[in-house]
């Protein structure tokens, strides 16, 4: 795919998720969170990351309680200055700060984890392949902080993305990392590798 259809399919993908309606958004992400909950990846305990859904993304919240209950200490992401990503812990009623993007998160001067000190971590996606390569926004600040555990069993790395976004064959960058696990609202794919 050209880096022109990649951009496009990136902008399609994008506009179409932010004009989903209501209603339906509400019913996806009802069907998402069962997904999530019933992955064996997250039967838990461990150090999971997800994320604050924005543009229009499927959002994995409805879940984070329940992960809780079963011993997962959750963390999000905190975008650092030099277009570099940790993860920081986040407590049920910590107060949320937007970023310089707009996206909440948690206070910077906690303290801040590796992706490879976390055991799962949810990527938000623009599009996945059922190989797991991942579209995203395109600034790669999950590439970067998943570089280092790229080839690694851990931290699970699952895709979160709507099913319209799965797509045949996404070209992969030599920094991309690809994802483990892909869930939408409507299935759970294993990616083949």
């Known amino acids: 795919m050209t880096a022109t259809a990649t ?11 932010r004009q989903v309606a209501p209603a339906r958004r509400a019913a996806a992400e009802r069907d998402l969170v069962a997904r999530l909950e019933s992955l064996p990846e997250l039967a838990g305990p461990g150090r999971l990351a997800t994320y604050v859904a924005a543009d ?12 809780r209950r079963r011993g ?5 992401p905190v975008v650092g200055t030099e277009r570099d990503m940790a993860f920081v812990a986040w407590e049920h ?19 801040q984890r ?54 045949d064959g996404l070209d992969p960058h030599a920094l991309d990392v690809p ?7 409507r299935r759970v794919l294993r990616a083949a590798r």
């Open 179 to 185: 994802m483990h696990v892909v869930v939408t609202e």
């Open 72 to 76: 997962w200490t959750v963390h999000l």
């Open 114 to 167: 590796t992706a490879g000190e976390l055991d799962v971590v949810l990527v938000p996606c623009v599009a996945l392949d059922r190989s797991g390569n991942r579209l995203g926004f395109g600034a790669g600040f999950y590439d970067r902080a998943l570089q280092d555990v790229a080839s690694a069993p851990t931290p699970v790395r699952i895709g979160v993305v709507w099913d319209d976004g799965i797509v």
């Open 56 to 67: 229009g993304e499927l959002d994995p919240a409805g879940a984070v309680e329940l992960l």
């Open 7 to 17: 951009g496009e399919l990136r902008s399609q993908l994008r506009a179409r998720r």
């Open 93 to 111: 009623g910590d107060e949320l700060t937007p970023n310089r993007y707009g996206i909440p998160e948690p206070p910077a001067h906690r303290p």
